[in-house]
């Protein structure tokens, strides 16, 4: 089991960048393949971005490829999301997730699909005025 906590999110301008990070408790983290996923008001959860247990394989929603990078650190125990060039639609509570069991294969479909995910942060807050 893994615990997560979630931090950097803020109130940017448009253009503007953001580094999200992701604590994770218990000395297995290395096996879980990890998530980010965001949720505006009014709308569902989406997948903003994924990287392997391994950090050998990264995935990315349209909407923020070129813009985002996901990276992971084994040793602290930590997963990150570099934001840049930030955009109003990007406004939402960004959450962080992290799964054991191993996908049928490294098809994206397995990554973004939220439901896959067991263990989720409370999310931060992410805001980007115009």
């Known amino acids: 089991q893994v615990q997560l906590v979630e931090s950097g999110g803020g109130l940017v301008q448009a253009g503007g960048s953001l580094r999200l990070s992701c604590a994770a408790s218990?000395?297995?983290?290395?096996?879980?393949?990890m998530g980010w996923f965001r949720q505006a008001p009014g709308r569902e959860r989406e997948f903003v971005a994924a990287?392997?247990?391994?950090?050998?394989?990264?995935y990315y929603a349209d909407s923020v490829k070129g813009r985002f990078t996901i990276s992971r650190d084994n040793g602290k125990n930590t997963v990150d999301l570099q934001m840049n060039s930030l955009r109003p639609e990007d406004t939402a509570v960004y959450y962080c997730?992290?799964?054991?069991?191993?996908?049928?294969?490294?098809?994206?479909?397995?990554?973004?699909?939220?439901?896959?995910?067991?263990?989720w942060g409370q999310g931060t807050q992410v805001t980007v005025s115009s």
């Open positions: 997730a992290a799964e054991r069991e191993r996908p049928p294969s490294s098809a994206s479909i397995y990554y973004s699909n939220s439901r896959r995910y067991d263990y």
């Open positions: 218990g000395r297995t983290f290395s096996t879980y393949d």
């Open positions: 990287i392997t247990w391994s950090g050998g394989l990264t």
